[in-house]
């Protein structure tokens, strides 16, 4: 039997295989569950804390939305301002004083290995929201349970990741859960944001099968799923080598006619320009329906920590 | 039989006078039932995101009083720093997004036309509760509300706005939806901020008696209600004409005492100096009930939108 | 009986001893009812408003907390930016608004006397959660249920007070209660930062014994508790003096050593440098636990302003 009760959510590669199907059979039931019922009742009287230290709509909005979905309820800090970290706290004294508040602690922070020295000052599960350029395992994990569900099988996918990867923490953590799944994958970027080295042969090493290119239409052709990711300006010191850049990861109508088949398209999202919003009714553009997945994915997350799991 | 269910509350003018109708009635059902009971069962489990890029505690506490009071939950971004925006994220995305949390939203952006996209991006209810120059159709309901309790009824009113009636979204909502009921309107405000001529010729050609003057007293004697907004200083690139201004629109003791009659008064708020403190405990003063009755409305709102208006 | 049905807590010296042992009761209470439930129903229903225009996260989230686990709910403005404050409205007007939506207010304001114009101008009870350089009166009183909880009781007590004892609210409101039950008071700080001698002399009058020295390890070779707190480096010009005053007053394991007896430590927190981490495992090292204890006296208060305390 696989539990999760007590446990922090640090880190992408943590997870057992066993662990990560539990994790999608449990999101699985509360995505059905959910359909019935707005809300439930597992967590009535838990507190969780969201503690972002580094600000994030998009991430702490889906905790609160997962949390208050099980019933539980919420204290927030939104951002750091407001908070003793300006005073000169630690963040080990920010989380043992939250600790005596909340049953579980959300954590976003712009320093790696932050939510760490969280997660061992507290005695509450502790769920890393983002460390900085660190981790940010469950979008890794509602990334995995989104592909599951639009593919039917985590088994012999081919994937191309495209964008920014050499700063994306993102698509560092996906990896390493596809790699569990044995999957195919093509790595598109630019030169200069290339898949960090050490991942790359870390993978080879474990016998996965890895492309890279700078063709994105080329590696879209032998993939079943295009994870689609935001190349930021700031990353680049000359502009217009950022513009051509940006212009070649594009997905648009154009693209998706030129691959005579369907494709699904995944993003973590905000996006700026890199897929057209024309993109967004077509069946295999996944990434709204991802944000949902998150909601379910949290949700299993929160109530496996709290050892309220359903069977 | 009226029904919103499903649908947004955009504009000002979208009503017909059966809704308005219905809107009062249920906002009516709701003040009583508070009497008894601090909060009822109605949106129990359904979750409300209140999207603020542009800050108003006083707007997102209402409505999060009013989805509280209903039973149901809510999920908060309370100033644009802390999202995704900032990453140049566009509001239909931020819409679509948040609909993947929530049942119900409302907004407030800077930008006039920002909640008809955030409408457009959502399936669920999208309610405008502030889009810059454009509308703030929940001010003007509870307005409407406001002034039927006070005054009995919506009927042969004689009502003088005061103020800056140039910029004020609350006022051009407000005289949209009297203008149904028929009242005859005085506009009471400095040569420079004059209700926009369109709107005043709109009026006229329904029918509408709308008289403009610059002397409140001459106005306020032929009014039962006084909607008093405030001046703003950065209006004015002539701070002496500002100061002048400013002196002859206030309310205070001696106006009251002048007019030898009861006079209702409403103020969206904030105040800063147009309603002297003393006149707070005058019998016609309802503006902090008025705050209170935004509560019953927006409740009613939140109810009919999701369909579960009570009959 | 003791009631506090519909009273402000505004000042740490509006209470009677009385008073003090039933908020201790009440507490207590709570604390053992959380051992076996996560949550109580005893406000279910009602709302609790924060309003914090100085941002502090420990207290806000305390009260949050406290509420959540009574059943109740909570609107919260979690900084002044966000709020009408900036357009000019005074805090009257904010607290008389608020006081339309919520049964009870929390507010923080940097100005000395706000919490009592809030509470003047609002039915609902106002709890003051700090006012400026004023009061702080949950502080001190959780502080109080602190001391009795490790101490045993809070008679014959005798207590070291460390730190800036010039300008911390924290320990202007506390001696004052102290003083309720005789405690024999060492105030121990540099010259520079020692007590305000209008609060040393108004004790010594009450026949309160004090000392003053600038020796902390003297001070505590006579005590049974250390309360310490922080020394801020904005107080003072010359730096070198802040550094070796700041030296001076630092537990460590050294210090604890050196007094060959058990020390309950306290601290309002949060701390930088002024008790080591590594004395966090001293079993006399009560600080958290001071935090843990703020949400069952804010519990104690909330029921108790709300007429729903326990018997």
Avoid: C, W
């Avoid at 999101?27 to 019922?37: D, M, Q, R």
């Avoid at 503690?51 to 539980?72: C, H, Y």
């Avoid at 154009?254 to 999202?269: A, E, S, V």
């Amino acid at each position: 039997m696989v539990s999760l009760k007590g446990k922090d959510i640090l880190h992408g590669n943590q997870f057992s295989k066993k662990e990560i199907d539990a994790i999608i059979k449990t999101a699985g039931y509360f995505e059905k569950a959910l359909k019935k019922k707005d809300s439930l009742n597992l967590l009535k009287g838990k507190i969780l804390a969201t503690l972002f230290f580094e600000p994030s709509t998009r991430t702490r909005l889906s905790f609160e939305t997962a949390m208050q979905r099980l019933g539980g309820r919420v204290i927030s800090m939104a951002s750091a301002e407001s908070s003793s970290a300006a005073k000169g706290e630690t963040v080990a004294d920010t989380a043992r004083t939250v600790d005596q508040y909340a049953d579980v602690i959300v954590i976003r922070h712009p320093r790696i290995g932050s939510a760490k020295e969280a997660a061992d000052a507290a005695e509450a599960p502790v769920i890393n929201a983002g460390d900085g350029a660190g981790q940010h395992p469950t979008q890794a994990l509602l990334d995995i349970y989104t592909i599951q569900k639009e593919l039917g099988s985590l088994k012999n996918l081919r994937v191309s990741l495209v964008g920014d990867l050499k700063n994306g923490r993102t698509v560092h953590a996906l990896v390493e859960l596809l790699s569990l799944f044995r999957a195919k994958l093509h790595f598109v970027s630019p030169e200069s944001l290339r898949m960090p080295e050490e991942i790359t042969s870390q993978l080879k090493e474990r016998g996965i099968e890895v492309m890279e290119t700078g063709d994105m239409k080329e590696a879209a052709l032998a993939s079943d799923l295009i994870y689609m990711t935001r190349i930021q300006k700031e990353r680049f010191e000359d502009l217009s080598e950022y513009e051509r850049v940006k212009g070649s990861y594009i997905i648009n109508e154009d693209l998706l006619k030129g691959l005579q088949k369907k494709m699904t398209i995944l993003h973590p999202l905000p996006r700026v320009d890199e897929i057209n919003p024309n993109v967004d009714a077509y069946p295999g553009a996944a990434y709204f329906r991802q944000v949902r997945n998150g909601v379910f994915v949290r949700m299993a997350l929160l109530s496996m920590v709290m050892g309220k799991a359903v069977d």
